[in-house]
């Protein structure tokens, strides 16, 4: 089992960036993918970012790529998100999830069925 905590959100000017962690307990986070998805108010969630298991490899949602930066470290058990130029559209609550069953070493999850394991979410809003 894996349990997910995430936190660092918070209401940020547009422009300006926010860093989100994502604590995770168990034994087995240095054998998961970890990746971001995030909500906002009447849409589905959506896929943000991952990083595989090494660490080297990684993904992002073209609505962040060169904005975003995914990054973990296995010491702490800890996967981050560093959001940059950030926009109100980036406004959601952002979920930090496991891929505990891929087993891969550079596989990098992007849809939300292949995550079994899901933090409470972290509340980001971008004013204008």
């Known amino acids: 089992q894996v349990q997910l905590v995430e936190s660092g959100g918070g209401l940020v000017q547009a422009g300006g960036s926010l860093r989100l962690s994502c604590a995770a307990s168990?034994?087995?986070?240095?054998?998961?993918?970890m990746g971001w998805f995030r909500q906002s108010p009447g849409k589905d969630r959506e896929f943000v970012a991952v990083?595989?298991?090494?660490?080297?490899?990684?993904y992002y949602a073209d609505s962040v790529k060169g904005r975003f930066t995914i990054s973990r470290d296995n010491a702490k058990n800890t996967v981050y998100l560093q959001m940059n130029s950030l926009k109100p559209e980036d406004t959601a609550v952002y979920y930090c999830?496991?891929?505990?069953?891929?087993?891969?070493?550079?596989?990098?999850?992007?849809?939300?069925?292949?995550?079994?394991?899901w933090g409470q979410g972290t509340q980001v809003t971008v004013s204008s």
């Open positions: 999830a496991a891929d505990t069953n891929s087993g891969m070493t550079y596989y990098t999850p992007r849809r939300l069925i292949e995550y079994d394991y």
């Open positions: 990083v595989s298991i090494s660490g080297t490899s990684t």
């Open positions: 168990g034994r087995t986070f240095s054998y998961c993918a």
